[in-house]
């Protein structure tokens, strides 16, 4: 979920808006709290997006749907922010397309865009020019010694920025716990290639959809082994469609089939690209691997290419597709077992390395990752000599001047949880824990007079087991009405408040439960 800001004077801007994924209570997706952010009224005035990835560009719609303010995004993630604000039905953003080499001037901040390597395509860091010095922001990035079409490197620019002195470089962590250098992307499409040409059936490659590059190749591969590709899923048609739209892809349309055409081709013809290879419920890969899709089926002796790593967290999802795919009788390919099937979006230590030499900063920050990720990466900076380092946490603020570098306080942080596309407030988060938890459990009343009228009912789910539950409700029911009876209440709200108290009470003392409980008043007041 990156979202970082860098303040100076009356100016701030944020630099990305990502989304997690999450099934956390029931949410899909969980997204940084902007309450500080959007306090900065019009002092924020814009939201760098470094490159497309949804933890990058996923909450966009949610902030904007409460602060409008100008979004600078290089071409491929512009497309994908489009299509975002379009979903939420958003008009009216300011929306500008921003590439690699691009400048601006916002307040007393200078904006210069550079290339990287990475699994999306124009994927972006960026040089910032501040009254202190120099600051450069990676964004996530690899260095490829041999990178493929489309993937730009610039160097020679971060050089000359270096020449002139880096004040302090925020960089990318997340494969600090990595040796040596990353794959390459070269090597995953030969991979593919392999395992593809000696697969006799069908082939499914699963991928990261937005990864244009890798698409590419097995879109390549297909036409060279005389396979017509299936584009499954969402993601991968929509990625599919926008790296065309940019020239990322040459055109394949001669080469597709729809999901309804696979069974007519002779098995060793069909190569299929689907989304879903972090397992995600309701996704194409998923779908195939339950053999519950509408259109397409997998038979045994077709083949399962993971061209992909397991996302932590993940590994339970990606395990169950494996296993269910596997007892069918097919054959799995996964990067545990070959790791060449994928190369990673993430430079690894030696890459790491190579950017602190390239910049030389004055200071280092590690960002994008955990908290064990930085620290090792941080640990590169200090080899490195780099005299000036600090390990932020989220809502840390930390004060860049000329000569130093210290965290001077923190502002509040949390998690936003979006369940279909409306947040969750923390009642109905708390709501929801408490029944995950411990169940719920419902007294109905009955109300009138400011009095309890009948004898109450008692209704739980996920607090007894079911040879149990009719009596426990019923001993829960009969206490509430000893304890209600007689007494009057000047709203039904005090009733409720009783009634609560009174249960809860019971199921502490009684059974040590403390389930989420609700009251039902029907009746007159």
Not at 395 to 422: F, K, N, P, W
Request: with cysteine; aromatic share 4%; charged share 30%.
């Amino acid at each position: 979920m990156n979202c970082a800001a860098l303040v100076c004077g009356d100016t701030a801007i944020a630099i990305d808006c990502g989304v997690g994924f999450t099934d956390e209570d029931g949410a899909e997706l969980v997204h940084p709290n902007f309450d500080w952010l959007r306090a900065q009224g019009k002092n924020l005035r814009a939201i760098l997006i470094t490159h497309g990835h949804e933890d990058h560009i996923g909450a966009l719609p949610y902030f904007l749907e409460k602060v409008r303010v100008p979004v600078y995004a290089p071409p491929y993630a512009a497309t994908l922010i489009e299509d975002r604000l379009a979903e939420h039905r958003l008009e009216g953003i300011d929306l500008r397309v921003s590439p690699a080499g691009s400048r601006e001037q916002i307040g007393p901040i200078g904006v210069e865009r550079f290339s990287v390597h990475h699994s999306i395509a124009d994927a972006t860091g960026l040089i910032l020019d501040t009254p202190v010095g120099t600051v450069v922001h990676t964004g996530d990035f690899k260095i490829e010694s041999d990178p493929c079409e489309g993937q730009r490197f610039d160097r020679t620019r971060l050089e000359e920025v270096a020449n002139e002195g880096v004040r302090l470089l925020l960089s990318d962590s997340t494969g600090a716990e990595v040796d040596g250098r990353s794959r390459l992307e070269r090597d995953a499409e030969a991979a593919l290639r392999k395992w593809i040409a000696r697969s006799p059936n069908r082939v499914v490659v699963a991928t990261f959809s937005s990864n244009s590059f890798r698409l590419r190749a097995a879109l390549r591969i297909a036409r060279e082994r005389g396979r017509k590709v299936c584009l499954l899923g969402r993601s991968v048609n929509k990625h599919t469609q926008t790296a065309r739209a940019l020239g990322l892809i040459p055109p394949v349309d001669s080469l597709l089939i729809a999901p309804e055409d696979v069974d007519a081709l002779p098995p060793d013809e069909v190569l299929i690209l689907a989304g879903g290879s972090q397992g995600e419920h309701g996704s194409a890969l998923t779908r195939l691997a339950r053999d519950d899709h509408s259109r397409v089926h997998l038979e045994a002796g077709d083949t399962v290419i993971l061209s992909s790593r397991i996302i932590p967290g993940n590994e339970l999802a990606v395990l169950d597709i494996i296993n269910r795919l596997e007892r069918r009788g097919l054959e799995v390919v996964t990067r545990a077992e070959h790791p060449e099937v994928h190369a990673s979006g993430h430079g690894s230590r030696e890459e790491q390395r190579t950017m602190i030499r390239i910049l030389r900063p004055k200071a280092f920050v590690p960002v994008h990752g955990t908290h064990h990720h930085r620290r090792r990466h941080l640990e590169l900076a200090v080899e490195e000599g780099i005299a000036q380092t600090k390990l932020i946490e989220n809502g840390s603020v930390l004060e860049v001047t000329r000569d130093a570098l210290r965290i001077v306080d923190r502002v509040a942080t949390g998690r936003v949880y979006i369940d279909g596309m409306q947040s969750l407030s923390q009642e109905v988060v708390a709501e929801r824990r408490a029944m995950g938890s411990a169940g719920v459990l419902t007294v109905l009343l009955s109300f009138k007079a400011g009095r309890l009228r009948h004898f109450p009912r008692v209704v739980s789910r996920g607090v007894f087991d079911v040879a149990d539950r009719t009596r426990a409700e019923r001993k829960i029911a009969e206490h509430a009405r000893d304890r209600l009876k007689g007494r009057r209440f000047a709203s039904r709200e005090e009733l409720e408040e009783a009634a609560i108290e009174v249960a809860r009470r019971f199921l502490v003392h009684n059974h040590r439960k403390r389930p989420l409980i609700t009251v039902d008043v029907n009746g007159e007041s």
